[in-house]
């Protein structure tokens, strides 16, 4: 049977593809307050651990670091049997959560 070039043809490719990216994954957690303390928890993957908080109108993020030191805060972490993070951030006086 001759072949036009306007019959119909139909192609099978198969390809896989693999890309190598980095990625910087945040994820956002919203903490709990019980009277002068935020309470939050983070996975066990998670790393570098911040607070984001607003301040006169400003948003200003305050890494909370390995020594966990915040100015405004005394932060404690409990380590889960997940491995699961929980942290506990209870206000230094003359300061207050709205």
């Known amino acids: 049977m001759p ?6 043809a139909t192609f099978l490719l198969e ?3 693999v890309r190598r990216m980095a990625s910087n ?3 956002e957690t919203y903490p709990v307050i019980f ?3 935020l ?3 983070l996975p066990a993957t998670a790393e570098g651990p911040s607070i984001e ?4 109108g400003e948003a200003i993020v305050f890494p909370l670091g390995p020594d966990l030191f915040l ?3 005394d932060c404690k972490v409990g380590i889960d ?3 699961s993070k929980t942290y506990r951030c209870e206000l230094k006086p003359g300061y207050e959560f709205r």
Do not use: L, Y
């Open 3 to 8: 072949s036009n070039w306007w019959d119909t």
């Open 35 to 37: 009277g002068r303390a």
């Open 81 to 83: 049997k997940d491995q």
């Open 53 to 56: 908080a607003e301040i006169n």
């Open 25 to 27: 994954m945040v994820r």
């Open 39 to 41: 309470n939050f928890s």
């Open 15 to 17: 390809a896989e593809v």
């Open 71 to 73: 100015r405004w805060a």
